[in-house]
């Protein structure tokens, strides 16, 4: 599976994002799909997971309330919708699939986009 990440760019504090995660490969509905980000400085962390089938979804207490995440298995695409963003949400996002339950753990994840940089100025 080959993920492509886009839909970064700079925006306001209060301000809306859709990342998009685009997969290529025709077993992506079996996967589980996370989003994760990594700020200058910082680790990569854990935002949202999803299940192959959409029916579940987890998130980061961080951003639980402002952030969704969704899949299109027929686009064999995942998005994540940025809603109220703040300056810590500043980072580079990955999205990444997993053959086994979406989880919040990284090493669990068999494949990962190349991230694109969401800046939140203040």
């Known amino acids: 599976v080959q993920l492509q990440a886009s839909g970064g760019g700079l925006v306001q504090a209060g301000g809306s994002l859709r990342l998009s995660c685009a997969a290529s490969?025709?077993?992506?509905?079996?996967?589980?799909m996370g989003w994760f980000r990594q700020a200058p400085g910082k680790e990569r962390e854990f935002v949202a997971a999803?299940?192959?089938?959409?029916?579940?979804?987890y998130y980061a207490d961080s951003v639980k309330g402002r952030f969704t995440i969704s899949r299109d298995n027929a686009k064999n695409t995942v998005y994540l919708q940025m809603n109220s963003l703040k300056p810590e949400d500043t980072a580079v996002y990955y999205c990444?699939?997993?053959?086994?339950?979406?989880?919040?753990?990284?090493?669990?994840?068999?494949?990962w986009g190349q991230g694109t940089q969401v800046t939140v100025s203040s």
């Open positions: 990444a699939a997993t053959n086994q339950a979406p989880s919040r753990w990284g090493y669990e994840y068999d494949y």
């Open positions: 490969g025709r077993t992506f509905s079996s996967y589980g």
């Open positions: 999803i299940s192959w089938s959409g029916g579940s979804t």
